[in-house]
């Protein structure tokens, strides 16, 4: 079955990075965008960015460029999430979510579990 | 950055009625590229409806989408038990990319 499993929960001081893996499986990892959303607790959605797996090709959110990168391993089907300079107001759930690349506007239709970072001193 | 504004914060409704949300845009949205979520507590988001109308896989006809423009609708026919949850429309522009609106949360009257 068509599945995102993500890397397990982070702690991580202020300024540090974090690494959030996302494991594809069921269907042709470079067939859609990863897009990556993050929620803060009791907060919405908020959009980070996508990676092409394809081309490697990102497309970030004005709010993390500078911050984050985004990368894949086709070889595995997974991608990454990289964000740097972990702030308190980081901690936060990260999602990634696969969206058509062919059928743009078919929306996220799968989503990981989940990835729980916490940014605390 | 086109901004969503959803409403009702919050939605208080009685399993058998009938939901009504609103997705209002800053700017004219492509209908094509928008999109309802459902979240319930401690899990991820759930796709609902992509291209304003259309419900993705899986989905029951109970919950429908409308709209054009910058004003979009999410309905529930029915309300059944498990429908109890935050909703969330996003859109998917060209530039600078996707937003989310703030949520709308549905609760049992």
């Known amino acids: 079955q068509v599945q995102l499993v993500q890397s397990g929960a982070e702690v991580k001081k202020p300024g540090a990075s974090v690494k959030v893996s996302c494991k594809a499986s069921g269907y042709t990892f470079t067939g859609y965008y990863m897009h990556w959303v993050r929620q803060a607790p009791g907060q919405g959605l908020e959009w980070m960015g996508w990676i092409n797996p394809n081309s490697g090709g990102t497309n970030y959110a004005q709010k993390f460029q500078g911050r984050v990168t985004m990368t894949r391993d086709t070889s595995i089907s997974t991608a990454y999430m990289e964000l740097s300079r972990l702030r308190s107001d980081d901690t936060a759930v990260y999602y990634c979510?696969?969206?058509?690349?062919?059928?743009?506007?078919?929306?996220?239709?799968?989503w990981g579990q989940g990835t729980t970072v916490t940014v605390s001193s | 950055e086109i901004v969503l504004t959803q409403s009702p914060g919050t939605l208080s409704l009685s399993p058998g009625e009938r939901a009504t949300l609103s997705c209002r845009a800053s700017?004219?949205?492509?209908?094509?590229?928008l999109a309802w979520y459902q979240q319930k507590p401690g899990q991820a988001p759930r796709l609902l409806i992509y291209?304003?109308?259309s419900r993705a896989t899986g989905i029951p006809d109970r919950f429908s989408g409308s709209g054009s423009g910058t004003d979009f609708t999410l309905t529930i026919s029915r309300l059944e038990p498990e429908d109890f949850a935050v909703y969330y429309c996003?859109?998917?522009?060209?530039?600078?990319?996707?937003?989310f609106g703030q949520g709308t949360r549905l609760e049992i009257k």
């Open positions: 291209g304003a109308s």
């Open positions: 996003q859109q998917y522009g060209s530039s600078p990319g996707i937003t």
């Open positions: 979510a696969r969206a058509d690349i062919v059928l743009i506007g078919t929306g996220m239709d799968v």
């Open positions: 700017q004219s949205v492509s209908s094509s590229y």
